[in-house]
């Protein structure tokens, strides 16, 4: 009874109709073209639908990994072309992918590194080397409000885009916003080094992405010129530059996330502080100066906004820039003294500013969010606090946090 049990079964089996066939084949995936050589012959990856059963192909097709979540569907097998033609066929197939060999990212090191870089990757200082994950911040776009960008700079390898200038380029009596580039409000004419034009943007910009001196080294970088080349503007320009970002991050092809920097600062202004926490709120990561004036940095903006990321400079000795601003605002301190970065005049120029630290930490964020798979705004601030160095900085006064950014390499 049994044996005629097995082979009623069986016959079942054989007289039971065939799933139709779908009107096309379900679609075969290639890796992109960077990772079309890592391919692994005749090895595929199958995506079910939703409603599919799994264990019944998966035992096919001799699965080497069967994927039974709501949210993903599958198996992972060898198959011959006829049978990828029989899965492709399959109605209950979503799609099939080839498999690829995946590499682990190992830490490269950049020898002789410029310090500010290489401070940012030790947790001990006296290191000369930048010790940073390969992805590098790799598929992020970093809007750098500022004066401009000299785009065509060989260090950033096509990776600087000019998108928008929001000055008219004349002069205008009613100015409210004064950008002496390294001072941010012109009282401390020891650091200044004013730029022609784009100059003060193009060593900003460096210090986020650029080959040699970026912290991002992957990264995109985008110019919106708020800066008269006189060096002046208006809060409502840089208000105009910030609404832009919210309109366009969304609209812009980076797939790891979007970053805004901004190197500049004026007194207390609600609107601005308002419009800067409206880009936090629509996802981008906000890096912004807390100002050379050695002043509480709750008296500035947009460095007094409460959901962006606002950085005090720090020196080669781990102390407090003299120059920088502080304060219960101040989330984090990175290199803000003698910073090499991309020069508008092509090759390097030196300089030292919160100007430079907060790109630093626009830069960190990118790479982070490339790295960790970070989702943008506030949430990128808290991560760079808690990988931060905690207490080892001098002169940091009463109330500030003494946290100096660290991108977390493994030493």
Not at 119 to 130: K, L, M
Request: glycine content about 10%; proline content about 4%.
């Amino acid at each position: 009874m049994q044996v005629l049990s097995v082979l009623s079964l069986a016959g079942l089996a054989m007289a039971a109709p065939s799933l139709p066939r779908r009107e096309e084949p379900a679609a075969l995936l290639t890796p992109a073209k960077s990772a079309s050589a890592n391919i692994i012959p005749d090895q595929y990856i199958v995506k079910m639908k939703d409603a599919a059963e799994v264990s019944v192909a998966s035992i096919k097709y001799k699965a080497k990994n069967t994927y039974k979540s709501n949210g993903f569907k599958g198996f992972a097998a060898t198959l011959t072309a006829e049978q990828l033609k029989e899965v492709r066929d399959d109605p209950n197939v979503d799609y099939v992918e080839h498999d690829q060999k995946i590499d682990l990212f190992e830490y490269l090191s950049q020898e002789d590194a410029p310090w500010g870089i290489a401070r940012i990757s030790h947790t001990e200082n006296g290191a000369t080397n930048y010790l940073y994950d390969s992805s590098a911040g790799e598929g992020t776009c970093v809007y750098v409000i500022d004066t401009g960008i000299k785009v065509d700079h060989p260090d950033f390898e096509g990776r600087a885009e000019w998108v928008q200038n929001f000055t008219d380029d004349g002069n205008d009596d009613d100015v409210s916003w004064v950008n002496d580039p390294l001072t941010l409000e012109g009282t401390n004419h020891r650091y200044a080094d004013p730029f022609p034009s784009a100059g003060h943007g193009t060593w900003v910009a460096g210090l986020v992405a650029s080959a040699t001196y970026g912290v991002a080294k992957k990264s995109k970088v985008l110019a919106l010129k708020v800066f008269r080349d006189d060096g002046t503007t208006d809060g409502a320009s840089i208000i105009a530059a910030m609404d832009y970002v919210v309109q366009d991050a969304p609209n812009r092809d980076c797939p790891s996330g979007h970053i805004a920097n901004m190197s500049l600062g004026g007194g207390y202004s609600q609107t601005s502080n308002d419009a800067a926490d409206a880009m936090v709120n629509a996802g981008v990561f906000v890096a912004v100066a807390a100002g050379n004036s050695n002043v509480d940095a709750a008296e500035t903006s947009p460095a007094s906004a409460p959901l962006v990321c606002t950085v005090g400079a720090t020196d080669s000795s781990d102390s407090k820039a003299d120059f920088s601003s502080y304060g219960e605002v101040v989330d984090v301190w990175a290199p803000g003294v003698d910073l090499e970065s991309t020069s508008y005049e092509g090759g390097s120029t030196s300089a030292s500013g919160t100007s430079g630290a907060s790109p630093i930490v626009a830069g960190l964020g990118a790479y982070l969010m490339t790295l960790e798979g970070l989702e943008g705004g506030e949430g990128v601030c808290d991560r760079i606090k808690e990988l931060s160095v905690k207490d080892i900085l001098a002169n940091i006064p009463e109330g500030s946090a003494n946290q100096l950014a660290y991108n977390g390499a493994v030493e």
